[in-house]
């Protein structure tokens, strides 16, 4: 007998004999879960949580009792509140049945590789919180001003600072930071307007984070704010990932189940709070040294991180609760970092295009540039596209799904050591070579290159390479009359090409593309392309100057690969750039310049957002866009690479 077994953050699935443990299962389907004693059930470090209900995404039902009782080794291991919230041993578990296992963060061998920004910002320094240093005269008989009192009129006196209020969890201990201080103390201000931290003596430096907040993955910078400088970056998975990997099917989630939404609301929250923790103890700090931190996503993330309700997202008119930037105190949410911290919200644009688009527009600037049309593309689960210049800016939003980033696809991983990162396909012998993330060497048949799955930039290459070597077709299906072992038929009877063999890989099992796979790609890239399309039609344009790509792995993404897969409209190579993740560069932005907040308000109140899916020819459209490149399209830049591809007309 076998059974479903999905992991997440990893959204590895398969069929799984009865009686095996969830470590081995793991093992199986690719997942990898500390395990330093070696399966004898005394480390504790396999830890794996069970979601229980039905889920509708994936058509199981997931319960406690589909695994083997709880054995005395756990009962030592786990603490008491572990094992109320279904934490089990991976090593002890044995499947009776249909489960979904979240790997929390801890229990995950492969470190989340956070990838660099792909292009130099300046950030102005003007940041909302700003640290002032006064001295004052020590309370007396002849001078009983209260201890406030006497704060407020040091910060008047000595840098201008009127009508300042103060926040209830500084009051309670000013007077003990005061006398402490010997009447020497350095205050934090909000917007000059409230006093959200109060510590003695002289303090040079305060913190913030700027966090981006996908669907599929959380990414977050630790910054200076005394001097702008970025000291860490750390990534997640997204941990709302367990309830859906996309936002429709999390809006689900949170209408289906009575405790859908704070469920939701506290997935993300212990993520950012474990992100926030472990960044500053690599520089020294504590989490309460963290005095703001600013907040981009898309809408349906927007909602459901400030636990609001986000079933009308999920149905037409798609009106969000809130559109306005907002700020809310740390505490309010559970954001474990100082407790009168600010969290500040950038703005909705409208529908799905959310706080994250606006950051994007605030890190790119294209409302700055006179007559060049750029094409800005955000590739993510949601994917994000803006078209325009200073005269005029459109924007619209398509349900990319998680494929770009690794989900959906059989072998898709996120971007951790072992992914493989980029490949190419020799369009004689059909032999691929790959790279993986940790690895500089090129590797391929016979060298054991410890691969363990594919991450985002290698998906992309990976279907172009199989375009470019003719063993799919531009319609996405394969030629399984090619004469090699590595075109084949899986389980399913289904056509496969092989990337790594068993031997090679680090999995100990064949790394494959599916014709599943392929499928997957087809449809996040149509998306991609009839948006821009349509953005062009309504500007009025039939062709753009310049494309930006943006994402998470926006740095990685090999323009000539994307092109070739038509992820975009045709444009002159020289005018493609990748520029990282340009949402985390705007959440920086807004964390350390003030001035940028109004720019992201006035901003997302002009851009023009175009609802492309009630088009009357957007099936259409949809349909040629699955081609690769495209059905009808030209690409003249690239003609000269599809030229050569066997069999393409």
């Not at 636990?307 to 009106?319: S, V």
């Not at 494929?403 to 493989?420: N, S, Y």
Request: glycine share 8%; with cysteine; charged share 30%.
């Amino acid at each position: 007998m076998e059974y479903n077994v999905i992991f997440q953050p990893s959204g590895r699935r398969g069929k799984v004999a009865e009686g095996k443990t969830l470590l081995t299962a793991s093992h199986e389907l690719g997942v990898d879960i500390e395990a330093p004693c070696g399966a004898h059930k005394v480390c504790g470090k396999c830890k794996v949580k069970i979601e229980t209900g039905f889920f509708e995404k994936f058509g199981i039902d997931s319960q406690m009792d589909h695994l083997s009782p709880l054995t005395e080794e756990e009962k030592k291991l786990l603490k008491e509140d572990e094992i109320a919230n279904n934490y089990r041993l991976a090593c002890a578990a044995e499947i009776k049945g249909d489960v979904l296992v979240f790997v929390p963060e801890e229990s995950r061998k492969a470190d989340q590789v956070v990838l660099d920004t792909g292009k130099e910002r300046t950030f102005k320094l003007d940041p909302a919180v700003k640290s002032y240093y006064v001295e004052m005269p020590p309370a007396t008989l002849e001078d009983h001003r209260d201890d406030l009192r006497r704060l407020q009129d040091a910060l008047k006196e000595q840098f201008g600072l009127e009508n300042l209020s103060i926040d209830y969890f500084v009051l309670r201990e000013l007077p003990n930071i005061l006398r402490d201080g010997d009447w020497k103390v350095t205050a934090s201000v909000l917007y000059d307007r409230e006093i959200i931290d109060v510590r003695p003596g002289f303090v040079q430096k305060w913190y913030g984070i700027g966090i981006d907040v996908g669907t599929t993955t959380v990414a977050a910078y630790l910054c200076d704010l005394s001097t702008g400088e970025m000291l860490v970056k750390d990534g997640m998975m997204n941990p709302q990932v367990r309830y859906g990997e996309d936002v429709l099917s999390r809006i689900t989630y949170a209408m289906m189940h009575e405790d859908g939404r704070e469920k939701l609301h506290q997935a993300i929250i212990e993520g950012i709070n474990t992100l926030a923790q472990r960044m500053t103890e690599k520089v020294g700090l504590t989490p309460n040294d963290v005095l703001e931190i600013t907040l981009v996503f898309n809408t349906a993330m927007h909602h459901c991180l400030l636990n609001l309700e986000p079933k009308y997202m999920g149905r037409a008119p798609f009106a969000p609760a809130i559109s306005a930037p907002y700020d809310v105190k740390a505490r309010d949410l559970g954001i474990k970092i100082n407790k009168a911290a600010n969290i500040h919200v950038l703005p909705v644009e409208a529908g799905f295009v959310g706080p994250d688009n606006v950051a994007v527009l605030i890190a790119e600037e294209p409302y700055k540039q006179d007559d060049e049309i750029r094409l800005i593309i955000d590739i993510g689960t949601n994917g994000e596209i803006d078209l325009g210049n200073r005269k005029k800016l459109l924007s619209t939003s398509c349900a990319t799904g998680p494929a770009l980033e690794g989900a959906q696809i059989k072998f898709g991983m996120r971007a951790a050591p072992g992914a493989i990162e980029k490949i190419k396909i020799d369009p004689e012998t059909l032999e691929c070579t790959y790279k993986v993330i940790g690895d500089d060497k090129w590797h391929g048949r016979g060298s054991k290159g410890n691969a363990k799955g594919i991450c985002g930039s290698g998906i992309i290459d990976m279907v172009a390479e199989v375009f470019k070597a003719g063993i799919i077709n531009k319609t996405g299906r394969f030629n399984t009359k090619l004469k090699t072992d590595r075109i084949r038929k899986d389980e399913n009877g289904k056509p496969e090409y092989v990337l790594v063999f068993a031997e090679d890989s680090g999995i100990g099992k064949d790394i494959t593309v599916t014709q599943g796979d392929i499928r997957a790609v087809q449809l996040a890239k149509a998306a991609l392309y009839v948006g821009a399309k349509m953005l062009m039609r309504h500007l009025g344009v039939e062709k753009v100057d310049r494309v930006t790509l943006a994402g998470a792995f926006g740095s990685f993404i090999d323009k000539e690969s994307s092109m070739v897969i038509g992820m975009f409209p045709d444009c002159d190579l020289e005018k493609v750039h990748a520029v990282g993740n340009a949402a985390g560069d705007g959440a920086q932005a807004a964390l350390l310049d003030k001035n940028k907040r109004i720019e992201a308000r006035d901003v997302a109140a002009s851009v023009q957002f175009v609802e492309t899916a009630v088009e009357p020819d957007f099936q259409e459209r949809f349909a040629e866009a699955m081609a690769f490149p495209h059905a009808v399209d030209p690409f003249p830049s690239i003609q000269h690479i599809l030229d050569r591809i066997p069999g393409y007309k």
